[in-house]
């Protein structure tokens, strides 16, 4: 599954059982004010992040 996109409810409804059966957890980089949203996506253009970036409201 590992990047590929979920075409089916099926497929994320298994996802999410997967994330509860072995206690997944987020990795969150950074959280980026919606202005930054440019500084955001140059972190992720060049591979900076561990995780996910947030792009928040």
């Known amino acids: 599954m590992l990047g590929t996109t979920m075409d089916?409810?099926?497929?994320?409804?298994e996802m999410l059982e997967l994330v509860n059966k072995y206690?997944?957890?987020?990795?969150?980089?950074?959280?980026?004010?919606h202005s930054e949203t440019?500084?955001?996506?140059?972190?992720?253009?060049?591979?900076?992040?561990?995780?996910k970036i947030e792009i928040s409201r």
């Open 8 to 13: 089916s409810h099926q497929e994320f409804k």
């Open 23 to 33: 206690r997944i957890k987020l990795v969150l980089d950074q959280i980026f004010p």
């Open 38 to 51: 440019a500084d955001a996506m140059k972190r992720l253009e060049d591979s900076e992040q561990f995780g």
